[in-house]
Nanobody, 124 residues
Framework: QVQLVESGGGLVQAGGSLRLSCAGS????????MGWFRQAPGKEREFVAA????????DYADSVKGRFTISRDNAKNTVSLQMNSLKPEDTAVYYC?????????????????WGQGTQVTVSS
């Protein structure tokens, strides 16, 4: 089992940058595939990025490719999302998630672990 706590959200102007962090509890953090999702008002939660157990396998949603970078530090039990060239349409609550399976994590399957979310607002 793992508990996740996000931080780093805030208000930024279009074109700006933010770095989100997710701290995970538990000794088995490195066993989990980690990811980020987001949910904008009135929309469904959507996949943003995922990273494999040792950081070698990385996947991004098309909408953030080239702008966002996911990384992890297993020694510190953290996963980060560096967001550059932010757009107003990136405004959402961002959630960190974890699962033993990339396939399950990527679709937010039942049983995937979630953080409480952090708000990102991009003004135009």
């Amino acid at each position: 089992q793992v508990q996740l706590v996000e931080s780093g959200g805030g208000l930024v102007q279009a074109g700006g940058s933010l770095r989100l962090s997710c701290a995970g509890s538990g000794r088995s953090f490195s066993s989990y595939v980690m990811g980020w999702f987001r949910q904008a008002p009135g929309k469904e939660r959507e996949f943003v990025a995922a990273i494999g157990r040792i950081g070698r396998n990385i996947d991004y949603a098309d909408s953030v490719k080239g702008r966002f970078t996911i990384s992890r530090d297993n020694a510190k039990n953290t996963v980060s999302l560096q967001m550059n060239s932010l757009k107003p349409e990136d405004t959402a609550v961002y959630y960190c998630n974890a699962d033993l399976s990339l396939a399950r994590l990527r679709v937010g399957a039942a049983g995937v672990y979630w953080g409480q979310g952090t708000q990102v607002t991009v003004s135009s």
